[in-house]
C-alpha cells in the first residue's frame, strides 16, 4: 500500500480544517466515540451543524481561539491508499509551521474563500508550494453554497490565479481548480447537484491518483547516517553503512561514488529491515556492503559514479526565516544538509521577495520571521548538495541558531 | 510462542510490499529516525511499557541496527499495578531480543516521598508516573527517550513533533515547538533539556497491526479475547484488581474481553471481543465503533488532559 502527502493551506477561516473534517467524516475515519464528542462540542458552542473543525484542532489555545496554531497531522485511508494529511495554520505570523507541514507534501490542497476571492495568505502560501516544489497544487474554491454556487465568480478566481501567478509556477507543477463547498460535502467526496457546469473530479478523486512517488530519473543518492559494526566473533568483518536512499536506487553490482573520499568501489550486499535484497529506491532505509575498505563515517554520501554533486565552500540559496530572530549578513550559524552538519557565514543578504507583489528587492538588512529572499552562504567544510529544482531531496538545508539550538530557517540551493 | 523477530519474515521486495496492507515506507522512516536517535545522542532509551507500540518500537530498532545490537536499552517505569501478564511478557522478549532492561518504581518514588498516592474511587498512579519519569531521565542522564506515541492516537499528540525537544522538567510547549522541515531533525538541546522521540508518529493503530501481522511479532496474552473477573463503570468495563477502590455496588463477574491498549490496571479498560487471532483483531478494528483510546479511562479526566499531562513532562 502507498501514502498520499497532502498538506492544506489557506487563510483563516477558508475552512480547512472544516474541509479535511468533511473527508473524514465521509470516509467514515471518524469513529463514533469522537464524533459524538464533537457534536456535544458543538452544542456547547451554539453551532447548529457537526463543527469538524473540532477534529483538528487539538490543543487548548486553538479551542479557546477557534483557529489553527500548529500542524496537525491527520490520517485516513480508502482501499486504493494511505492518506496523511497535515494541516497548517491559515495565520500569517504562523506562517512558520505551514511551511513545516508542506515540506513533506506530495500534494499542496489551496482553499480560497469564494466571497473574498484571491487574498495575500493565497499569495504566500502559493508562492511557498511554488519554493518547495510540491508537484500538485489544487485550488480548492470553498463556500461556493455562500455565492448560490456562481459559476462566474468561480471562472473569475480560476483566471485571476494563473495570470497573477504566470511567473511563480515551476513547470513541472501541476495545477487543479475545483469548486467546493466543504460544509455541505459538494465536490469533497461526492459530486455537487448545485454545480452541474463543473464536471471535473471531486476533490477525493483528484487525490485517489495523484503520484506519490518522486520522478524515476533522478540520480542516486544516500547519506550515511551510522556505520553498523556488531564486533561479535561470528560477525567480526561486518560493516555496514546504514542510511535512507533520498534520491534514485542502487543494487548489488553498481559501482558507486564514495564522497568526500572520491574513492569509487562496488556494493556487495544491500539489507532492508535486517535481510538482503538485491535492489532498494528512493525512501527505502538500507544497510550497505562494499567491496573495498574505505574510511567512511556519518555524513559520507554515496552516489551513482556517472553523475555525483559538486562540492560547494559556497552555496546561494532561497531562504524563509523561521525564527524570530532575524537573518544578517555576518551571522554564523550550523547549516544541516540532510543529515551532515557543518558551520555556516551569511555572506551576503542579496534579496527580499515581495510574495504578494512578487517582486524582489536588493540588499535587504535582514530577513525577519516568515520572510523569504535571495542569500549566499559560505561554508566550513564542503557540502555535496544539489540544485534544489533538479535533485529536491538533496538541495535543501535548514539553518540552526548556534545558541538557541532552534531551526531557525530553511533554504533551497539555487 | 515468540517467534523471533529478524528474518522470520522477508515481505520487502518490490512488488511484495506493493501487495502488503502495511505501508512499508512507515518502517523505513522509523528506522530512519531510530538511526538518527542512535547518531545524534549520547545516551538515547526506549521508552517500554510493555504495550504493543513500544514492542513495535523494540522490534524496528532490531531491524534497524541489524546484525548489531541496538544501541538503546530499555527504560519501564513501573506503576505496580500491571497486568501480570506484560510483566511476563516483558521479561521474556529481553531475554529472546537481548536488550538491557532498566526498571524504574513509582512505589519507589513513594516510598523517597517524591510523590504520594492518589486516593479515592478513581485512584491511579498514571499521573505519579511522570515524576519517576523525570528522576530517572535526570539520574541516568538519558539525552533522548524514544517513545511509541502516534499522531492518530489524540488530538495533542496529532501536534507534536518527531523530535520533541522539552526543558529540564521535561515539559512540551505547545507553541514553541520547533519547525520540523523533510526529513532534517535538529536535535541539538542546552545541557538538561532532552528529547522525546517518536519514530511511528506517523501510523495508525491500523498499521501498528498489520505491521504486527505480516512481520510475526508475538504480543502479550491480554491484546487477545480471553476470559476475565470485570466490574462496570462509567459505561466502561474494568478489569478487577486489587488497586482499584471498588464501591460496594461494583460487583465483579467473569466475561470474555480483550485489551485494545494497555497501560496499566487502573488507567485501562477492556473491550468486549471474542477476537481471539490477530486477523480477527484486525477485523475488528476496522469496524470498531470506538476509537482505540475511548477506553483509556486516564484521558478522560478532561478534555485536554494529554495536552496538560504533556505539559507536566508525560510521554
Known amino acids: 500500500m502507498d501514502i498520499l502527502r497532502i498538506a492544506t493551506a489557506g487563510s483563516v477561516d477558508d475552512g480547512k480544517s472544516t474541509l479535511i473534517g468533511r473527508l473524514l467524516y465521509d470516509t467514515r475515519s471518524v469513529p463514533k466515540d469522537k464524533l459524538d464528542a464533537i457534536d456535544a462540542a458543538s452544542k456547547r458552542r451554539g453551532v447548529d451543524f457537526l463543527d469538524l473543525s473540532l477534529l483538528t484542532d487539538g490543543l487548548i489555545a486553538e479551542r479557546e481561539q477557534g483557529i489553527t496554531i500548529d500542524v496537525a497531522h491527520v490520517y485516513f485511508s480508502t482501499p486504493t491508499r494511505k492518506y496523511i494529511i497535515a494541516d497548517t495554520p491559515g495565520h500569517f505570523e504562523y506562517t512558520r509551521n505551514m511551511v513545516t507541514g508542506a515540506s513533506t507534501a506530495e500534494v499542496s490542497v489551496i482553499l480560497i474563500d469564494a466571497r473574498n476571492g484571491i487574498v495575500e495568505q493565497t499569495a504566500r502560501h502559493y508562492a511557498i508550494a511554488c519554493m518547495l516544489r510540491i508537484p500538485h497544487v489544487i485550488v480548492c474554491v470553498n463556500k461556493m453554497d455562500l455565492l448560490s454556487y456562481d459559476h462566474a465568480r468561480f471562472d473569475n478566481i480560476v483566471a485571476q490565479f494563473r495570470t497573477q501567478f504566470t511567473a511563480l509556477k515551476p513547470a513541472a507543477q501541476r495545477l487543479d481548480f475545483l469548486p467546493a463547498s466543504s460544509l455541505h460535502g459538494e465536490n469533497v467526496t461526492r459530486s455537487s447537484p448545485h454545480m452541474p457546469w463543473y464536471t471535473g473530479p471531486t476533490l477525493l478523486e483528484m487525490l485517489e491518483v495523484a503520484e506519490s512517488h518522486q520522478p524515476r530519473h533522478f540520480a542516486a543518492r544516500m547519506q550515511v547516517q551510522t556505520v553498523i559494526r556488531p564486533r561479535t566473533d561470528a560477525l567480526h568483518d561486518f560493516r555496514g553503512y546504514a542510511g535512507r536512499i533520498s534520491s534514485g536506487t542502487f543494487a548489488v553490482g553498481d559501482e558507486i561514488l564514495v564522497l568526500p573520499n572520491e574513492r569509487r568501489t562496488r556494493i556487495t550486499r544491500i539489507q532492508r529491515f535486517g535481510a538482503d535484497i538485491e535492489r532498494a529506491k528512493a525512501g527505502d532505509s538500507v544497510t550497505i556492503l562494499l567491496a573495498d575498505d574505505i574510511d567512511i563515517s556519518r555524513g559520507s554520501t554515496f552516489c551513482t559514479s556517472d553523475a555525483a554533486p559538486d562540492a560547494r565552500r559556497e552555496l546561494r540559496a532561497r531562504i524563509c526565516w523561521l525564527d524570530r530572530t532575524p537573518l544578517e549578513n555576518g551571522k554564523t550559524y550550523v547549516l544541516q544538509h540532510g543529515i551532515q552538519r557543518m558551520r555556516a557565514k551569511l555572506a551576503h543578504l542579496e534579496s527580499i521577495l515581495d510574495v504578494v507583489a512578487q517582486t524582489e528587492s536588493a540588499n535587504p538588512a535582514a530577513l525577519k520571521l516568515n520572510e523569504i529572499g535571495i542569500a549566499s552562504l559560505r561554508l566550513a567544510q564542503p557540502v555535496y548538495a544539489d540544485v534544489y529544482a533538479d535533485v529536491p531531496t538533496n538541495g535543501a538545508f535548514i539553518l540552526i541558531d548556534e545558541w538557541s539550538n532552534t531551526t531557525a530557517g530553511v533554504g533551497f540551493v539555487l | ?315
Open chain 2, 1 to 315: 510462542m515468540m517467534k523471533n523477530s529478524i528474518a522470520a519474515s522477508p515481505i520487502f521486495a518490490d512488488g511484495q510490499a506493493q501487495a502488503a496492507a502495511f505501508p512499508y515506507e512507515l518502517a523505513d522512516e522509523a528506522i530512519y529516525i531510530l538511526r538518527e536517535t542512535a547518531a545524534q545522542f549520547e545516551r538515547p532509551a526506549i521508552l517500554f511499557s510493555g504495550g504493543k507500540d513500544s514492542i513495535v518500537i523494540a522490534h524496528l530498532a532490531m531491524r534497524a541496527f541489524a546484525p548489531a545490537r541496538p544501541p538503546f536499552p530499555l527504560l519501564h517505569i513501573d506503576t505496580g499495578h500491571n497486568f501480570p501478564e506484560t510483566l511476563t511478557f516483558r521479561d521474556r522478549l529481553v531475554a529472546e531480543l537481548g536488550f538491557d532492561l532498566i526498571v524504574r518504581t513509582v512505589q519507589d518514588s513513594i516510598n523517597r516521598g517524591r510523590v504520594r498516592e492518589e486516593s479515592g474511587k478513581y485512584a491511579s498512579r498514571n499521573a505519579l508516573q511522570t515524576v519517576t519519569l523525570l528522576d530517572a531521565i535526570e539520574e541516568l542522564k538519558y539525552d533522548a527517550c524514544i517513545g511509541g506515541a502516534r499522531r492518530d492516537e489524540e488530538k495533542a499528540r496529532a501536534k507534536e513533533r518527531v523530535f520533541s525537544v522539552r526543558n529540564e522538567f521535561g515539559q512540551w510547549d505547545a507553541q514553541r515547538q520547533r519547525p520540523e522541515l523533510f526529513d532534517m531533525y535538529n536535535g541539538r538541546i542546552a545541557p538538561g533539556e532532552n528529547v522525546r522521540v517518536f519514530p511511528i508518529s506517523n501510523w495508525t493503530e491500523l498499521d501498528v497491526w498489520n505491521f504486527i501481522r505480516e512481520q510475526h511479532i508475538a504480543l502479550p496474552s491480554i491484546y487477545f479475547a480471553h476470559e476475565r473477573d470485570v466490574f462496570d463503570r462509567d459505561g466502561l468495563i474494568w478489569a478487577d484488581s486489587p488497586f482499584i477502590n471498588k464501591t460496594p455496588d461494583e460487583q465483579p463477574y467473569r466475561t470474555v474481553v480483550r485489551f485494545r491498549t494497555v497501560g496499566d490496571m487502573t488507567c485501562t479498560a477492556a473491550v468486549r471481543s471474542d477476537a481471539t487471532a490477530l486477523d480477527d483483531v484486525i477485523t475488528e478494528i476496522r469496524s470498531a465503533e470506538i476509537s482505540e483510546r475511548g477506553a483509556r479511562i486516564d484521558d478522560k479526566r478532561s478534555e485536554a488532559a494529554m495536552e496538560k499531562r504533556k505539559r507536566d513532562g508525560y510521554f
